[in-house]
């Protein structure tokens, strides 16, 4: 599989990336590796003036879910634990949940694809959205900043190199922090988008 692109710091476009990867994972979308698809999507789906004191440009999963449900006929709902670090956001937003657990979903094969959300930090408003899968034991994920220092939010191409987006493997420690074979200090919400 060639790598997928990758995004930057600033664009806060997560959202858009994980949406990109699971139609170019599935065939829904040709335009494999192409920032300006990427782009058209995250002005879809930007969240936009909100009472959150958010910046608008951060992807919203409600509006991830109707770009997938809505334009790509892939059938999408939010999912959030309710005890989900993100239920008093996605509560002020007034976004519909179910409370099902995207992880289980996900690896008892129900749903192949989901979109999850981890703060990066523990318990940080720093929210970013990545696309998973369940293979041969194993959870993987689509990380759209795999090329970024979490002791100090830099991105290091020079040690990465850019664009060099592939499928990792992760598991998740009792207090949601996920263990890659790289850096990591991302921590699962409890909080995503299941695709069907």
């Known amino acids: 599989m060639k790598p ?7 664009s806060n476009s997560c959202g858009a990336y994980s949406i990109a990867y699971y139609l170019w994972e599935t065939t829904n979308s040709q335009t494999i590796n192409d920032k300006t698809f990427i782009s058209n999507i995250h002005k ?29 006929s892939s059938c999408s709902y939010i999912c959030i634990l309710s005890n989900s670090t993100v239920m008093p956001i996605a509560k002020s937003l007034n976004i519909s949940t179910k ?5 289980d979903k996900v690896k008892s094969d129900a749903n192949k694809y989901a979109i999850i959300i981890c703060s990066i930090g523990y318990m940080t408003p720093a929210l970013h959205y990545m696309l ?11 990380d759209s ?20 987006v592939v499928w990792e493997k992760f598991t998740i420690e009792n207090n949601n922090k996920l263990i890659l074979d790289r850096n990591s200090n991302y921590f699962y919400t409890g909080a995503g988008i299941l695709i069907d």
């Open 44 to 72: 879809r789906i930007q969240i936009g003036p909100n009472n959150m004191g958010l910046p608008e440009n951060y992807s919203s999963p409600e509006k991830i879910a109707y770009e997938l449900s809505n334009n790509w």
């Open 145 to 164: 900043l795999y090329n970024l220092d979490h002791s100090n939010f830099k991105i290091l191409d020079s040690i990465y190199g850019t664009d060099q």
């Open 132 to 142: 998973i899968k369940y293979e041969q034991n194993t959870f993987k994920l689509l």
């Open 4 to 10: 997928y692109i990758s995004q930057t710091l600033e």
């Open 99 to 103: 409370n099902i657990d995207i992880l």
